[in-house]
């Protein structure tokens, strides 16, 4: 009776002969009911990933951590902040899906944390209270921590845009024993055979081969792959927002640096 995608958020009316202000009613008594947390709420999306990653995964479970901001007019909604400027109001909603390393489509979203005015909510953690905001990546670094305790049935390969590109977050990561992919910036330089070299010149010098045929939009194409060990070794810098911050040197971490892949049917 629901034709919507399986992973469309939010609980729907039944479809019965209720009328809408009814559902509107049983929703708020079931969302006010303080025995009904977020973790709790949680719980059947989880069980979902592991079912899930079981059925269609191979090696990994990939993890995609990405943000949104949710802007409203509405002027009930107290809570909203300013999050980069005076007009820019709603909240700060951090999402974390699992996909497929076998077909990239989506299982489950496992962690979800949203900001608002009043504090920061998260689906995992001690959630009784608010707690105070924190940057993205700092968010998202102690919900990596918490997913890969969860006991997958395959290891989560975390995904970041190029904001994950942040020297002092991924020696946490390193250090934590976590799996990592982060789209880089071009300038930053990382010691490749010995030499430090910026990520675009690394990239620039990477040999690609013919791997193997993948499906696309329907159509049969060759992906070529390219690696190089590099490493990080220059210092943290942290975010200089609230100031001026002293860089931070750290232990290096080992990695892997690939380039854009071309295409070719």
């Not at 929703?27 to 990933?49: D, H, K, M």
């Not at 949203?114 to 909510?121: E, K, P, Q, R, T």
């Not at 105070?132 to 395959?154: M, R, T, W």
């Not at 070794?233 to 100031?243: L, T």
Request: proline share 7%; charged share 20%; net charge positive.
């Amino acid at each position: 009776m629901n034709s919507s995608e399986p992973l469309s958020a939010g609980l729907k009316a039944l479809p019965d002969k209720t009328g809408s202000f009814s559902s509107t009613q049983a929703a708020w008594r079931f969302y006010a009911n303080g025995s009904v947390s977020l973790p709790i709420l949680q719980g059947p999306l989880t069980a979902a990933a592991h079912e899930g990653i079981a059925r269609h995964c191979s090696q990994y479970a990939l993890c995609v951590h990405d943000w949104s901001r949710l802007s409203y007019k509405h002027l009930n909604k107290t809570d909203a902040y300013a999050i980069t400027h005076e007009t820019d109001v709603g909240y700060d909603l951090q999402t974390s899906l699992v996909v497929s390393d076998r077909t990239g489509l989506p299982l489950a979203p496992v962690a979800q944390r949203l900001v608002s005015a009043d504090g920061s909510y998260a689906t995992y953690g001690d959630t009784a209270t608010p707690s105070p905001a924190k940057n993205h990546l700092e968010e998202v670094s102690d919900c990596i921590q918490y997913l890969d305790n969860q006991g997958f049935p395959k290891p989560l390969v975390h995904l970041i845009d190029r904001e994950g590109d942040s020297v002092g977050h991924i020696r946490r990561w390193d250090a934590a024993g976590s799996r990592w992919l982060v789209r880089v910036k071009d300038n930053p330089k990382v010691d490749c055979e010995g030499k430090p070299a910026a990520c675009k010149a690394v990239a620039a010098g990477l040999a690609f081969s013919k791997t193997r045929q993948v499906s696309y939009h329907g159509k049969t194409y060759w992906q070529w792959v390219a690696q190089a060990e590099v490493t990080l070794s220059r210092p943290a810098k942290p975010s200089q927002k609230k100031g001026k911050q002293p860089a931070v040197p750290g232990v290096p971490a080992a990695g892997k640096a690939g380039g854009q892949p071309r295409p070719e049917r």
